[in-house]
């Protein structure tokens, strides 16, 4: 039996837990820390007892975790607000934000308390530890931001801008980290580095920073609002929109690199690379926007190319050929275009498709969607259900809202993301009766979880609308579900179920093959079947492969939306860091080979 509201004093039962817990890990007492949790209770553990990002859950792997997790010393851990009782439908916990402090790091974590049953003692249902700073490597910001300017001898000779300069050249040191890829990812990542004194590198293919924005189709605005996508030490103003252009997020890319002082290389492509597993460096050349060639040997390689990759799955359809119209992967749809009296067939009902769709409309295209399996479905207006409180302009500050966001375990709360996917669709009820009407096939998602597990197990399967289903609706977008193209006709397409479309344009928004192919595409397949999977959820319920060691020593992968990128990318840091300075598990491993031979 529960105990009634009034006799509950959060913040008195949060710190005997807190004491319970740092008495069990003081002495490495896995039994005792275990008993601490429900039996179905979650410990997400970011680098702080593991080095690794981790989701342990019931009793017995959670004493395991502890008890075969490196020795980081004392490890200390206080509350250092009010803890809070907090009621979700039928549900109630105790919430506190802890700090911890060890003699290596420190860092942040959520706890949340239960009861169940008729046992009245309150124990963890999640435990959120979260590594924030290693001890004497902290980041050059607030109090211990640099003086600015040239000091003593150097004074006179250079200013900022001649240090700069020879800073971004690279001409008489070698990058620690190699970063491919100046988009959102690739850029946080750098400046994260930066903060910690990690020599980074930035490629990329396009002329300018943001480029990879700018050249998209012309109508393609961000489908998450700003609360949610801000940069790591540069926040959007109060003045941005909440749904941000794409030529404004690149020139907002472009700034934040300035700003942040990035090192990074335009107009340049990767030309050759190689591993030297002896000396656990990497062999680079790159062919700068000039021509020119440049060798460099960083430590570390990451590829920050984007989730879902570089490579476009592009269908292979017979009697292409014979095609009189155009045709093009989505990656190659710019828009633009006066398309009156033309027909155009999209492949493909997911973002990509729905916006691309819409453009062509609004050019004056008569549009038909092909739709190969459902998708779900949610308004912009209606996802902001999942944020309220966390992301939105009363919310918390957003290094507290990412906190909490990652404190819940992906695969802990199927209920919470079944209910509010539920409270979306109720918000969108009109919406998607128009659209079932139309004949359009919807999902709830996997496990009925929207978009989350979608966006987490497959990098899509979704559209977050912000118009295209109401013309679906009305009928102004043709819909053929459940169909594919079975080959090209002269002036159009065949379709799988006999039927034929004429069509002057088809754009298939088929996705794209997934980051490991980027990187069997770059750096070549000796590398690639050297890595485990990168993306999707492993056994534990974490994203496999990125912000992580991808089995290939040396290469990372960085990637996710600009709020996953902002808060997983310091744990990458923070790994790259522990290695360069020698407190990793895996750099004392390296200095023992190297040793040895």
Same mark, same amino acid.
């Given at each position: 039996?529960?105990?009634?509201?009034?006799?509950?004093?959060?913040?008195?039962?949060?710190?005997?837990?807190?004491?319970?817990?740092?008495?069990?890990?003081? &002495?490495?007492?896995?039994?005792?820390?275990?008993?601490?949790?429900?039996?179905?209770?979650?410990?997400?553990?970011?680098?702080?007892?593991?080095?690794?990002?981790?989701?342990?859950?019931?009793?017995?792997?959670?004493?395991? !975790?502890?008890?075969? &997790?490196?020795?980081?010393?004392? *490890?200390?851990?206080?509350?250092?607000?009010?803890?809070?009782?907090?009621?979700?439908?039928?549900?109630?916990?105790?919430?506190?934000?802890?700090?911890?402090?060890?003699?290596?790091?420190?860092?942040?974590?959520?706890?949340?308390?239960?009861?169940?049953?008729?046992?009245?003692?309150?124990?963890?249902?999640?435990?959120?530890?979260?590594?924030?700073?290693?001890?004497?490597?902290?980041?050059?910001?607030?109090?211990?931001?640099?003086?600015?300017?040239?000091?003593?001898?150097?004074?006179?000779?250079?200013?900022?801008?001649?240090?700069?300069?020879?800073?971004?050249?690279?001409?008489?040191?070698?990058?620690? *980290?190699?970063?491919?890829?100046?988009? !959102?990812?690739?850029?946080?990542?750098?400046?994260?580095?930066?903060?910690?004194?990690?020599?980074?590198?930035?490629?990329?293919?396009?002329?300018?920073?943001?480029?990879?924005?700018?050249?998209?189709?012309?109508?393609?605005?961000?489908?998450?609002?700003?609360?949610?996508?801000?940069?790591?030490?540069?926040?959007? $103003? +109060?003045?941005?929109?909440?749904?941000?252009?794409?030529?404004?997020?690149?020139?907002?890319?472009?700034?934040?690199?300035?700003?942040?002082?990035?090192?990074?290389?335009?107009?340049?492509?990767?030309?050759?690379?190689?591993?030297?597993?002896?000396?656990?460096?990497?062999?680079?050349?790159?062919?700068?926007?000039?021509?020119?060639?440049?060798?460099?040997?960083?430590?570390?390689?990451?590829?920050?190319?984007?989730?879902?990759?570089?490579?476009?799955?592009?269908?292979?359809?017979?009697?292409?050929?014979?095609?009189?119209?155009?045709?093009?992967?989505?990656?190659?749809?710019?828009?633009?275009?006066?398309?009156?009296?033309?027909?155009?067939?999209?492949?493909?009902?997911?973002?990509?498709?729905?916006?691309?769709?819409?453009?062509?409309?609004?050019?004056?295209?008569?549009? =038909?969607?092909?739709?190969?399996?459902?998708?779900?479905?949610?308004?912009?207006?209606?996802?902001?259900?999942?944020? *309220?409180?966390?992301?939105?302009?009363?919310? $918390? +500050?957003?290094?507290?809202?990412?906190?909490?966001?990652?404190?819940?375990?992906?695969?802990?709360?199927?209920?919470?993301?079944?209910?509010?996917?539920?409270?979306?669709?109720?918000?969108?009820?009109?919406?998607?009766?128009?659209?079932?009407?139309?004949?359009?096939?919807?999902?709830?998602?996997?496990?009925?979880?929207?978009?989350?597990?979608?966006?987490?197990?497959?990098?899509?399967?979704?559209?977050?609308?912000?118009?295209?289903?109401?013309?679906?609706?009305?009928?102004?977008?043709?819909?053929?579900?459940?169909?594919?193209?079975?080959?090209?006709?002269?002036?159009?397409?065949?379709?799988?179920?006999?039927?034929?479309?004429?069509?002057?344009? *088809?754009?298939?928004?088929?996705?794209?093959?997934?980051?490991?192919? =980027?990187?069997?595409?770059?750096?070549?397949?000796?590398?690639?079947?050297?890595? &485990? +999977?990168?993306?999707?959820?492993?056994?534990?319920?974490?994203?496999?492969?990125?912000?992580?060691?991808?089995?290939? +020593?040396?290469?990372?992968?960085?990637? &996710?939306?600009?709020?996953?990128?902002?808060?997983?990318?310091?744990?990458?840091?923070?790994?790259?860091?522990?290695?360069?300075?020698?407190? !990793?598990?895996?750099?004392?491993?390296?200095?023992?080979?190297?040793?040895?031979?």
């Amino acid at each position: 039996m529960t105990a009634p509201l009034n006799d509950v004093d959060p913040k008195a039962i949060a710190e005997e837990w807190i004491r319970g817990f740092t008495t069990a890990v003081a &002495g490495r007492d896995s039994a005792a820390a275990a008993v601490l949790f429900q039996a179905d209770g979650w410990w997400r553990d970011l680098l702080i007892f593991g080095w690794d990002l981790r989701s342990v859950h019931g009793i017995e792997n959670i004493g395991m !975790h502890l008890a075969e &997790g490196p020795d980081h010393g004392q *490890v200390r851990f206080f509350m250092p607000d009010e803890a809070n009782l907090v009621e979700v439908g039928d549900d109630r916990w105790i919430q506190a934000v802890i700090t911890i402090d060890s003699e290596l790091a420190r860092g942040r974590g959520v706890l949340r308390l239960t009861q169940t049953g008729d046992d009245t003692s309150w124990k963890a249902w999640t435990l959120l530890t979260a590594m924030e700073e290693l001890v004497g490597y902290e980041e050059s910001a607030g109090a211990r931001r640099p003086r600015g300017g040239a000091q003593g001898a150097d004074r006179m000779a250079r200013n900022w801008q001649d240090a700069r300069l020879a800073q971004q050249e690279f001409n008489d040191s070698e990058p620690q *980290v190699l970063v491919i890829g100046a988009g !959102h990812g690739g850029l946080g990542l750098a400046a994260r580095l930066g903060q910690v004194d990690v020599s980074t590198l930035v490629i990329d293919r396009g002329e300018r920073i943001g480029d990879n924005w700018r050249n998209r189709y012309r109508s393609l605005v961000l489908h998450d609002p700003v609360w949610y996508d801000h940069l790591p030490y540069l926040p959007f $103003p +109060p003045t941005w929109p909440i749904y941000t252009p794409k030529d404004k997020i690149g020139d907002w890319l472009e700034f934040y690199a300035s700003t942040l002082e990035l090192n990074v290389w335009t107009g340049s492509e990767l030309v050759s690379s190689n591993y030297d597993d002896d000396d656990a460096v990497w062999t680079v050349t790159i062919r700068r926007a000039d021509g020119s060639e440049r060798t460099v040997h960083p430590r570390h390689l990451v590829l920050a190319t984007g989730a879902s990759g570089t490579e476009p799955n592009m269908p292979t359809v017979p009697d292409a050929e014979k095609f009189t119209g155009t045709f093009c992967h989505s990656s190659g749809f710019t828009g633009g275009t006066d398309l009156r009296g033309k027909k155009a067939t999209v492949v493909g009902s997911c973002n990509s498709g729905h916006d691309i769709a819409q453009e062509l409309h609004e050019q004056g295209a008569d549009v =038909t969607m092909i739709q190969r399996s459902p998708s779900y479905v949610v308004s912009v207006d209606a996802s902001a259900i999942a944020m *309220v409180g966390m992301y939105d302009e009363t919310g $918390p +500050p957003t290094d507290t809202a990412d906190l909490l966001g990652a404190s819940f375990p992906f695969k802990a709360v199927p209920h919470i993301h079944q209910a509010t996917t539920s409270a979306m669709a109720e918000a969108d009820k009109d919406l998607l009766d128009g659209l079932r009407r139309s004949g359009f096939l919807l999902s709830t998602g996997i496990d009925g979880t929207g978009a989350l597990m979608l966006f987490l197990q497959k990098g899509g399967g979704y559209y977050i609308n912000v118009g295209c289903s109401e013309l679906i609706a009305a009928g102004d977008i043709d819909i053929r579900a459940g169909v594919e193209i079975q080959r090209f006709t002269p002036h159009g397409v065949r379709l799988t179920d006999g039927t034929a479309l004429d069509a002057d344009i *088809v754009v298939f928004a088929t996705g794209f093959k997934g980051m490991l192919e =980027t990187a069997r595409h770059l750096l070549g397949d000796h590398v690639a079947d050297r890595c &485990g +999977p990168v993306w999707g959820l492993d056994d534990e319920g974490e994203l496999q492969g990125i912000w992580r060691k991808s089995g290939h +020593p040396g290469l990372w992968f960085m990637g &996710g939306n600009l709020a996953m990128a902002r808060y997983y990318g310091k744990f990458l840091a923070l790994q790259i860091k522990a290695i360069e300075e020698g407190i !990793h598990p895996s750099a004392a491993a390296t200095q023992q080979i190297t040793s040895a031979l």
